[in-house]
T-cell receptor, first 111, second 110 residues
């Protein structure tokens, strides 16, 4: 069966510091991968998606970036965090473009 | 702007009752519809998806889709306290374009 991992689970970072969140998927090949952010009490906002290695699409302009160095690895990065980057970051995968399954998430607090 | 609208709630029902959660969407071209359950502090969990008009049942859950009215709902029969969570409606237009509502918070009271 498929499993999706995210780490770290929680993170507290100062403004201006860099960020690296990692997501890996097991049990499937060539998945579509997604990064979402959920602000407190808000819906999910799609940040990036990837249909293959090195293929990244961005949904919203921001100071975040994403990379997919391996088929089942998806990384979310920032060079300098802003207060507004705080939130719950969720990685998700899908196959054949249908239903998406979420990882456990990373709760980021920027202070 | 494509939108997915949900009543934020909270929706409160007694244990054993039917909980009815509603969602409307703006894009008539939407093709796939999903319901996720999200417990506080946890990530969303897929509970139902529906692609065709009508009803789809899975255990205590029934998803209903009416594309003409741009309306999708989730019924939870015999509600249990463990069903207390936020329910997210999601609508998909294409391969990678999934849009989420802000969610409805459901409380099932013993």
């Amino acid at each position: 069966s498929q499993t999706i991992h995210q780490w770290p689970a929680t993170l507290v970072q100062p403004v201006g510091s860099p960020l690296s969140l990692e997501c890996t998927v097991e049990g499937t090949s060539n998945p579509n991968l997604y990064w979402y952010r959920q602000a407190a009490g808000r819906g999910l906002q799609l940040l990036f998606y990837s249909v293959g290695i090195g293929q990244i699409s961005s949904e919203v302009p921001q100071n975040l970036s994403a990379s997919r160095p391996q088929d089942r690895q998806f990384i979310l990065s920032s060079k300098k965090l802003l207060l507004s980057d705080s939130g719950f970051y969720l990685c998700a995968w899908s196959t054949w473009g249908q239903e998406q399954y979420f990882g456990p998430g990373t709760r980021l607090t920027v202070t | 702007q494509k939108e997915v609208e949900q009543n934020s709630g909270p929706l409160s029902v007694p244990e054993g009752a039917i909980a009815s959660l509603n969602c409307t969407y703006s894009d008539r071209g939407s093709q796939s519809f999903f319901w996720y359950r999200q417990y506080s502090g946890k990530s969303p969990e897929l509970i139902m998806f529906i692609y065709s008009n009508g009803d789809k049942e899975d255990g205590r859950f029934t998803a209903q889709l009416n594309k003409a009215s741009q309306y999708v709902s989730l019924l939870i029969r015999d509600s249990q306290p463990s069903d207390s969570a936020t329910y997210l409606c999601a609508v998909k237009d294409g391969v990678n374009d999934m849009r989420f509502g802000a969610g409805t918070r459901l409380t099932v009271k013993p």
